[in-house]
T-cell receptor, first 114, second 117 residues
């Protein structure tokens, strides 16, 4: 396994701009999760996919946030009209069938909104 | 109410000694799972150990063991023979609900472990 990869690793944007992050899970992992981690806190669940279906979204995921996993492989997380409160580390994780509880995390994308 | 509570913001341990990181949880589900993750300064979350609520034996993985006390709702992580590379943030997390449902994790606020030479 090559591990979960995320791109970009760092993103600095001005308030009001749109940003998009990409996550490539471990191959053959059918479940994919997005979490957000702010400074001094543990990660908080945002949303999760099983294959291409988005099965749950947290209340943290406002209308400005959208996530997709069109072919059941990589996923994108877009934030529209960014706000300073969106500054955080965005973590992606994936898990495989049969061991769905064992989530493997990527290195994260650190977003800074100025 | 907090679902996962880690009461130790920071812990120090001497190299080669054992250390216990505390975690208590709150759930009304009968089926749940408890996890520990390590997060070095690089930021990546590294899975360490898992304990299912129906598992009778405490989970062990190498130098890591999970001291599961169901009645007390605690799931402490024990690291034996600490190494300098163990210095990191440690997060306790919980998955509620049985198999087949989603596996979203709820994390605590973490404990920063520093291993001194």
């Amino acid at each position: 396994d090559t591990g979960v990869s995320q791109d970009p690793r760092h993103k600095i944007t001005k308030r009001g701009q749109n940003v998009t992050f990409r996550c490539d899970p471990i191959s053959e992992h059918n479940r994919l999760y997005w979490y957000r981690q702010t400074l001094g806190q543990g990660p908080e669940f945002l949303t999760y996919f099983q294959n291409e279906a988005q099965l749950e979204k947290s209340r943290l995921l406002s209308d400005r946030f959208s996530a997709e996993r069109p072919k059941g492989s990589f996923s994108t997380l877009e934030i529209q009209r960014t706000e300073q409160g969106d500054s955080a580390m965005y973590l992606c994780a994936s898990s495989r069938p049969g061991l769905a509880y064992e989530q493997y995390f990527g290195p994260g994308t650190r977003l800074t909104v100025t | 109410a907090q679902k996962i509570t880690q009461t130790q913001p920071g812990m120090f341990v001497q190299e080669k000694e054992a250390v216990t990181l505390d975690c208590t949880y709150d759930t009304s589900d009968q089926s749940y799972g408890l996890f520990w993750y390590k997060q070095p300064s690089s930021g990546e979350m590294i899975f360490l150990i898992y304990q299912g609520s129906y598992d009778e034996q405490n989970a062990t993985e190498g130098r890591y063991s999970l001291n599961f006390q169901k009645a007390r709702k605690s799931a402490n992580l024990v690291i034996s023979a600490s190494q300098l590379g163990d210095s990191a943030m440690y997060f306790c997390a919980m998955r509620e609900g049985g198999g087949g449902s989603n596996y979203k994790l709820t994390f605590g606020k973490g404990t920063l472990l520093t291993v001194n030479p």
